[in-house]
């Protein structure tokens, strides 16, 4: 007997036939919604195999225009990975979405701080520096600002001990592994 015949009318179908439709629907059901959980991880997990990527051809060719034009979730891993690198203890939000303006975070000197990643072809707003500078407070936290525009003199004079920017003169220094100083410390 064929496990299901489907030249027969739906309503002469067996018990067993409704049966063999009522699995498959359940199997169909199981597999979207393992599908939806394991997305977002399966997302993140991509995101830093590019951030992996962009930052071994900066290494190869020190292009500013590559980091403005890539992917902004794919600059935020650039940046974590960069910190990894040398030896800093991160960690990476679950989502990229609804993060309230945080991109990430790590641990310097034993002292929480928060990353603020923006992708600018020109210069960086003044208000995303304000009220990233204002979240830092908030915490009680150091923040790195990174751009790849340009900061005018009224948002560096918002600089300080808590707060340092990173901006298109030096961010591809600072994602390859140059020397550079963070909070005041040599890496």
Same mark, same amino acid.
């Given at each position: ?14 018990? *067993?036939?409704?049966?063999? %439709? ?6 169909? %059901?199981? &597999? ?6 394991? =997305?977002?991880? $399966? ?11 962009? @930052?071994?051809?900066?290494? /190869? ?5 590559? &980091? ?7 600059? *935020? ?12 203890? !991160? ?6 979405? #609804?993060?309230? =303006? !945080?991109? =990430? ?5 034993? /002292? ?40 005018? @003199?009224? =948002? &560096?004079?918002? *600089?300080?001990? #808590?707060? /340092? !920017? ?8 600072? @994602?390859?592994? *140059?020397?550079?100083? &963070?909070? $005041? %410390?040599?890496?």
């Amino acid at each position: 007997m064929a496990l299901l015949n489907l030249n027969m009318d739906v309503t002469t179908w067996s018990l *067993e036939a409704w049966g063999y %439709v009522a699995q498959m629907l359940l199997v169909v %059901v199981a &597999l979207f919604i393992f599908l939806s959980f394991t =997305g977002k991880r $399966g997302k993140h997990k991509v995101n830093l195999i590019r951030a992996r990527f962009l @930052l071994w051809r900066l290494s /190869q060719h020190r292009c500013l225009h590559r &980091l403005r034009k890539c992917n902004p979730y794919v600059f *935020e891993e650039a940046i974590l990975t960069c910190l990894k690198r040398r030896g800093i203890k !991160i960690k990476r939000n679950k989502s990229y979405t #609804h993060d309230y =303006g !945080i991109d =990430g975070q790590f641990v310097f000197n034993k /002292q929480p701080s928060l990353i603020q990643a923006k992708r600018y072809r020109n210069y960086a707003s003044l208000s995303d520096i304000k009220r990233f500078k204002r979240q830092c407070s908030r915490k009680n936290a150091k923040g790195l600002f990174v751009t790849t525009g340009k900061v005018g @003199l009224a =948002g &560096l004079a918002l *600089e300080d001990d #808590h707060v /340092q !920017i990173v901006t298109c003169d030096n961010v591809v220094e600072f @994602l390859v592994n *140059e020397p550079f100083n &963070l909070f $005041g %410390v040599n890496l």
